[in-house]
């Protein structure tokens, strides 16, 4: 019998030990706790993990580690779900210093207490987490690119490279034509927008050159009566193998500029109207005065003779009032179409709406022409820009006396090699700062306070370009030569667009 025992006895011991290999074999870490929570067995796992935080062996689960942070719910309840109702539980926790680490617990029910299997899963948690953390990157980044797409003060569209249909646009881009997005997709360029020259441009696209800041205008299908402005950019993109797939289209539209800058224009065409008439009615002025007294002395006489030398000399400053009506007449004819004009007539005509502003000033015109061939020219323009560089030049000479230099002559434009004219307004006024020569041709750009527009060479300039011609500059402020030369080359057919 008792052979029988101590055979058994033996048999048990052998399970016991073989199960304890099994157990210290194992990867998991595998502990049995008592019903009270006591550790009563740790396998070597266990004892690698949880030793560094001190001897556990016989101590309560709870005293031992009361840092732990299990994750969804109080700890407690984790156990007590095995422990109580004898429900196998999963769960993850964290141990905090000195283990710092996430364990996978799972619990089991036994007879005397639970068995607990803890796996580390603090990489795996690690780069779950990397992973969470990336596609939460990648969809913000996503959704920060669409929000700028649809909010984006610019018209962006996507199209393809067959038809150039609309694959995709903005809100913005939509708004152009007054429609929503979905409205337009799968129609073509040209339907919506039938501007001229718009297809080469995306045909130039398709064989991959880009487009970038290009000046396009024209009327959209939605509403052909308003004339619109747009900055245009289109790309191609690529595919993978390196073919052109689409196309893509940023357009911002600059109307509202436009007609900004064209009430500009007009509120300088304005200005330069009213300096005009001022400087007219100066002019006639000087005249109808002398009449009035010459006709008060022809009254006070009776010496025919004398009567005839007033008479005679009011007929003479008569002329002048009519000379200076008929060039006034010129200068503001506006016309639609180009005239031929010497480079002479358009210097008398300017002259002679300042002759007394010159001759109160004390300054001395110096005057020489060679060339002689007319230029065709819009000329009210090309007279409003010889205007505006006079009367600066009368500006930078106020208080003292000056020369006021006009030259003429015959000339290439070494770019092209196109022939005109170079017309030269030079004086020997107070000059410019570097500063001031910067910033010139901008609009508002003024030294005169309140009695300037700044807009009179920013207006010039454009006005030159529009003949093809070149508006240049050199000023000096110091004392040997004093003062600012303006030239403008005119190409003989300036007009020729
Ligand atoms: P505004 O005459 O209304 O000031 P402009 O565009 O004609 O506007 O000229 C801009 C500025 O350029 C002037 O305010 C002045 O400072 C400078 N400027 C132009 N011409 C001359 C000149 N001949 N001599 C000196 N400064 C000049
Ligand atoms: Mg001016």
Not at 36 to 63: D, M
Not at 159 to 184: S, T, V
Request: hydrophobic content about 40%.
């Amino acid at each position: 019998m008792s052979d029988t025992f101590s055979d058994l006895d033996r048999r048990d011991d052998v399970i016991r030990r073989q199960m304890a290999q099994v157990f210290d074999a194992t990867t998991d870490a595998i502990v049995f706790l008592d019903r009270n929570y006591n550790f009563i067995f740790l396998n070597r796992r266990a004892q690698e993990l949880l030793l560094p935080g001190g001897e556990v062996l016989g101590r309560n689960l709870f005293e031992r580690f009361p840092g732990v942070v299990y994750e969804n719910s109080p700890y407690v309840e984790n156990y007590r779900r095995s422990m109580d109702l004898g429900e196998r539980g999963e769960f993850e926790a964290y141990y905090p210093e000195p283990l710092n680490f996430w364990l996978r617990v799972q619990s089991y029910p036994t007879d005397d207490g639970i068995v607990l299997f803890f796996r580390d899963i603090t990489q795996e948690r690690a780069s779950k987490e990397e992973l969470q953390r990336k596609s939460e990157e990648a969809e913000r980044q996503h959704a920060e690119i669409e929000t700028l797409y649809q909010t984006a003060p610019i018209g962006l569209a996507l199209f393809d490279i067959k038809d150039y249909r609309y694959l995709r646009l903005n809100e913005r881009q939509a708004a152009f034509f007054g429609l929503k997005p979905e409205e337009i997709v799968g129609r073509t360029l040209t339907e919506m927008a039938p501007i001229e020259g718009l297809r080469d441009l995306f045909d130039q696209v398709r064989d991959g050159a880009p487009v970038i800041n290009y000046p396009l205008e024209g009327t959209l299908v939605t509403d052909p009566t308003v004339h619109r402005y747009w900055t245009v950019s289109y790309f191609p993109v690529y595919a993978l193998d390196g073919s052109i797939q689409d196309i893509t289209a940023a357009s911002l539209e600059i109307t509202q500029q436009k007609k900004a800058e064209q009430a500009l224009i007009q509120s300088e065409k304005l200005a330069a109207v009213g300096r005009l008439a001022s400087s007219i009615a100066h002019e006639i002025n000087n005249p109808l005065e002398a009449v009035t007294n010459l006709l008060y002395l022809a009254r006070h006489t009776a010496d025919i003779e004398e009567i005839q030398q007033y008479l005679q000399t009011a007929e003479i400053e008569l002329r002048r009032v009519s000379a200076i009506a008929s060039q006034t007449l010129r200068f503001h004819k506006q016309s639609t179409s180009p005239q031929a004009i010497t480079p002479e007539q358009l210097f008398e005509s300017v002259l002679s709406i300042y002759q007394g502003r010159i001759a109160n000033s004390g300054v001395r015109i110096n005057e020489r022409t060679r060339a002689r061939t007319p230029v065709r020219c819009f000329e009210g323009e090309i007279r409003q820009v010889l205007s505006n560089l006079v009367g600066n030049a009368l500006d930078a000479m106020v208080g003292g006396s000056g020369r006021l230099l006009l030259r003429t002559r015959l000339a290439t434009n070494w770019r092209n090699g196109e022939a005109g004219v170079v017309l030269t307004v030079a004086d020997t006024g107070m000059g410019m700062s570097d500063e001031t020569q910067a910033k010139l041709f901008n609009p508002f750009f003024t030294t005169k306070g309140i009695t300037g527009t700044g807009l009179g060479l920013w207006l010039s300039k454009e006005m030159i370009d529009r003949h093809r011609g070149v508006l240049r500059v050199r000023s000096s402020q110091s004392p040997k030569h004093r003062g600012s030369v303006f030239s403008i080359f005119l190409p003989f057919d300036a007009v020729l667009r």
